[in-house]
């Protein structure tokens, strides 16, 4: 199963970091009001919408997955647990062509 995963995930970069090496999101509390207003996270060049959850997912769990999400206003890295939704957008080239 382990082996299955990363396979998985290697298909994706990790996204805690930009092309750049920048961090994708500040580690600080979100500095909107209200709070968290909306939450997104990138693959492959993409960005995509993430919605806070009860739990994580394998691939927005922060010990395994390689996605982070962040506040679409101040840019914050939401510490809670999290999801893509569904419906959301592939994040491939060869999705949008």
Known sequence: ??????????IFKRTSKTAEGASFAAERPCQCSPGWPALETTANGYVLPAEASSHYSLMTN???????ARCTGCQARYPHPWVIPPGAPMPFDWAHD
């Open 62 to 68: 922060p010990d395994l997955g390689p996605f982070v």
């Open 1 to 10: 199963m382990r082996e299955s995963f990363e396979n998985f995930t290697s």
